[in-house]
């Protein structure tokens, strides 16, 4: 019995490792299909992620070209625009200039004919003071004559009621009747 103590384990052991041994492969077998298995579905996954990123990069390449041309012709129109205006600010102030320029000169023209119709204004007005001052004179004068030649008729009036030669000579005495 001593020996059945030593053979029994024995050859259960060496059942058991053959049995080990046959799982073992078969296990082995299992375990690399499945690492191939999990290997394929590895490598799917990676293609499709790095087609799902070259595909994301092309999109997000092409939405930056389309935004990129977008600020582009945005600012070349703000650039056009600015340009535009400031042709036209210049053209502006080149007509405002001329115009200016234009106004000055009729400003010069009118101040000219300003100062030329005072003074006209102003010899109208002492001509009509002096034409004024002239009939008032005459005027004075006239009177003048005419109180003189009144005095003179009042002086000629009296000297001829005052002389003897206009005095009538007094009657003679009516005949005696006869």
């Known amino acids: 019995m001593k020996r ?3 053979i029994v384990p ?3 052991l060496a059942l058991f490792g053959g049995l080990y041994w046959q799982h073992m492969g078969e296990m082995t077998t299992k375990a690399n299909e499945l690492k191939a298995k999990n290997l394929r579905i590895k490598a799917e996954e990676d293609a499709k992620k790095q087609e ?9 390449d092409k939405r930056i070209a389309v935004r990129e041309a977008e600020e582009k012709k945005k600012e070349d ?8 205006d400031i ?10 200039n001329a115009q200016l320029a234009d106004f000055t000169k009729q400003a010069a023209t009118l101040d000219k004919e300003l100062i030329a ?4 204004k102003e010899k109208l007005g002492r001509d009509s003071f002096d034409m004024a001052k ?5 005027m004075v ?3 003048t004559a005419e109180f003189q030649v009144q005095r003179m008729a009042d002086m000629v009036a009296k000297r001829a009621s005052d002389s003897t030669m206009t005095k009538l000579p007094t009657p003679p005495p009516a005949p005696a009747a006869k």
Do not use: M, N
Not at 77 to 84: G, L, R, T, V
Not at 87 to 96: G, H, V
Not at 134 to 138: Q, R, S
């Open 77 to 84: 129109d703000k650039e056009a625009k600015k340009k535009a």
């Open 87 to 96: 042709e036209k600010i210049i053209a502006d102030t080149k007509r405002f």
């Open 141 to 143: 004068d006239k009177r």
């Open 52 to 60: 799902a990123e070259r595909k994301a990069r092309e999109d997000a």
């Open 134 to 138: 002239k009939v008032e004179l005459a």
């Open 4 to 6: 059945s103590y030593y």
């Open 117 to 120: 119709l005072r003074a006209e």
């Open 10 to 12: 024995v050859i259960l």
